[in-house]
């Protein structure tokens, strides 16, 4: 299928996007990653491309790639109207500081974000269950 998208660069982004939330929603991380890889690829500079890559990395267990991937757009995500993506990076950052074991970071995550102390409880109990 991707051949016949090869000279058809936004279709191939549409591809991505569409086969990555597809495996994600069906809790197969490893191959979103690879679809959510090549959407960056292709869209380098597109802040919603990076912040599914990180959702997809969360999901596979891979919090150092998640960090590293959503600290890059948590900036621009905090200012935005968008509050399904801004809770995308907001969430897959804050779960992988604490799948890290950096709960310092997790709560300034949260915080920056708007959560109230008792939210930021929930949150946490949440991941521990």
């Not at 569409?18 to 959510?36: I, K, P």
């Not at 804050?94 to 708007?114: H, I, K």
């Amino acid at each position: 299928m991707m051949k016949s998208f090869a000279n058809q660069p936004r279709r191939l982004r549409i591809f991505h996007l569409v086969e990555g939330n597809y495996h994600l929603e069906h809790g197969r991380g490893s191959t979103a990653v690879q679809h959510f890889e090549a959407l960056v690829q292709l869209s380098a500079n597109e802040p919603s491309a990076l912040a599914q890559l990180g959702a997809a990395y969360v999901k596979s267990g891979r919090y150092q790639d998640a960090v590293q991937c959503l600290i890059k757009v948590l900036t621009f995500f905090l200012k935005t109207n968008n509050v399904h993506q801004r809770n995308l990076v907001v969430e897959g950052l804050a779960t992988s500081y604490f799948q890290l074991s950096d709960t310092a970071n997790m709560n300034n995550v949260l915080t920056a974000a708007g959560r109230s102390p008792e939210e930021i409880d929930d949150f946490v109990t949440r991941l521990k269950h």
